[in-house]
Nanobody, 115 residues
Framework: QVQLVESGGGLVQAGGSLRLSCAASGSIFRFNGMGWYRQAPGEQRELVAAITSGGVTQYADSVKGRFTLSRDIAKNTVYLQMNSLKPEDTAVYYC?????????WGQGTQVTVSS
């Protein structure tokens, strides 16, 4: 059974930084891709950043230049480094993995950016 465990959320002032981690149970090479989504209150869940098994990354326009997605294959972990945070980045952030046509989700971690 696939488990994705997120950590690293919290409260930060605007302009600050946070790093989210997503640890997978087992090799992340099982997945066609992994990424981070976020959902703000009253909003739909949206893609923030994703990486394919081949290492190709993509970012939402709203976070380009501020967020960086990376992975540590040996630790079966993906990271989301978030810099220059803005109040509009406030949301619950979810780790996502796609494997064999199935979607897997973490439990979510809250990120709150104060102005």
């Amino acid at each position: 059974q696939v488990q994705l465990v997120e950590s690293g959320g919290g409260l930060v002032q605007a302009g600050g930084s946070l790093r989210l981690s997503c640890a997978a149970s087992g090799s992340i090479f099982r997945f066609n891709g992994m990424g981070w989504y976020r959902q703000a209150p009253g909003e739909q869940r949206e893609l923030v950043a994703a990486i394919t098994s081949g290492g190709v990354t993509q970012y939402a326009d709203s976070v380009k230049g501020r967020f960086t997605l990376s992975r540590d294959i040996a630790k079966n972990t993906v990271y989301l480094q978030m810099n220059s945070l803005k109040p509009e980045d406030t949301a619950v952030y979810y780790c996502h993995a796609l494997g064999r046509g199935l979607d897997y989700w973490g439990q979510g971690t809250q990120v709150t950016v104060s102005s």
